[in-house]
């Protein structure tokens, strides 16, 4: 689908009219971007602010304090053009309204985009993402840092939406885990949620996960849990578990959800009648796309996959320059 020509702030500020922060309920919309695309990474479950932060850094790190020497020689400086992201190989998108947030920190002046397709959206080979039109200098110099994280949330979405595809019509999603690049968790999470997976925990304070180790250091699984469960006990929490012994002692404890660490999908079906629903059951270890469907029909509610931020290759995406209509 296409969008007609939406005019976007530069990065000088949100201005006189901006409604960013006009009132309690939009105070996470206040930063340097336009209000429109802040409100749209909002709506997406991303905050603007922290959007806004990854972009500067994104672009210091490429300029280091410099200028982009190439481009500043080579295009004179009133020269404008239309840039076309065009995906080179069928995917999923993700990451479209964080490449323009990379372009507005660099705009000097006003730009227009064009988006022909929305995060989530599966895109063909030479199918336009988004085209935007401004400063040539300023395209040229956004250009690697917009892709480069473009093509990094659209390979994770990708990525995702082959196991999900995998996993349809079954009672079972994909789950990413924490192994995340550091700064980037929040975007890769998204990446996820548009490749159609849900997420995990996002940080170590929002949920319990008793892991092997603290089972060593609590001195049995059960007392772990006890232990996690009267420090906070209005947190959610899973347990792993290596063994039906251990699944039979935390489900009797109370535990929210369990994490079945390298079961086969025989020993999750054991799980599952053993459980009996009285907690969600996740499946870790020993997955892969040809196995996930084997493990899904068990009656498992995820499996987690950390494979989907720490692995999935980057989905070819480019920028082709043209002459501003």
């Known amino acids: 689908m296409s969008t007609p020509d939406l005019p976007l702030a530069s990065n000088g500020g949100c201005g006189d009219g901006c409604a960013c922060g006009a009132d309690a309920d939009a ?36 300029l280091d304090h410099g200028v982009d020497v190439t481009t500043v020689a080579t295009i004179p ?15 999923v998108a993700a990451g479209l309204r964080v490449a323009e947030a ?31 039109t401004t400063r040539t200098r300023d395209l040229l110099t956004a250009e690697r840092s917009a892709l480069n994280l ?20 079954t009672r079972t999603k994909v789950r990413d885990t924490r192994k995340t690049t550091p700064g980037l968790r929040s975007l890769e999470k998204f990446a996820v949620r548009c490749g159609g997976g849900v997420n995990h925990r996002m940080s170590l304070s929002d949920a319990a996960l008793v892991k092997d180790n603290h089972v060593v250091a609590a001195g049995g699984v059960a007392q772990a849990f006890k232990a996690v469960r009267e420090a906070f006990p209005d ?8 063994t039906l012994h251990q699944l039979r002692e935390v489900v009797d404890a109370g535990a929210d959800l369990i994490l079945l660490d390298n079961f086969t999908p025989g020993e999750c079906g054991e799980a599952v ?17 040809d196995n996930a469907r084997a493990y899904a029909d068990t009656g498992v509610d995820y499996l987690a996959v950390g494979a989907l931020t720490h692995s999935s290759p980057i989905l070819d995406i480019g920028l082709d320059l043209r002459a501003a209509e």
Not at 163 to 169: K, N, P, R, S, T
Not at 235 to 242: F, G, R
């Open 235 to 242: 947190l959610a929490i899973e347990v792993e578990v290596d």
């Open 273 to 289: 009648a053993l459980v009996d629903g009285r907690a969600a059951l996740e499946a870790s270890g020993r997955l892969t796309l």
């Open 27 to 62: 105070e996470h919309l206040e930063c340097g971007l336009d209000p429109a695309l802040a409100q749209l990474l909002a709506d997406a479950g991303l905050d603007p602010v922290e959007v806004e932060d990854i972009a500067h850094l994104a672009i210091q790190e490429d």
């Open 102 to 132: 990379v372009i507005s920190v660099v705009c000097t002046d006003e730009f227009e985009v064009e988006r022909h397709v929305e995060d989530g959206d599966r895109v063909t080979a030479g199918q336009k993402l988004l085209s935007v």
């Open 77 to 91: 400086e009133e020269a404008v053009a239309t840039g076309d992201f065009t995906a080179r190989e069928a995917g």
């Open 150 to 169: 473009l093509c990094r949330l659209s390979g994770i979405a990708t990525a995702t939406r082959a196991w999900a595809d995998v996993l349809e019509g």
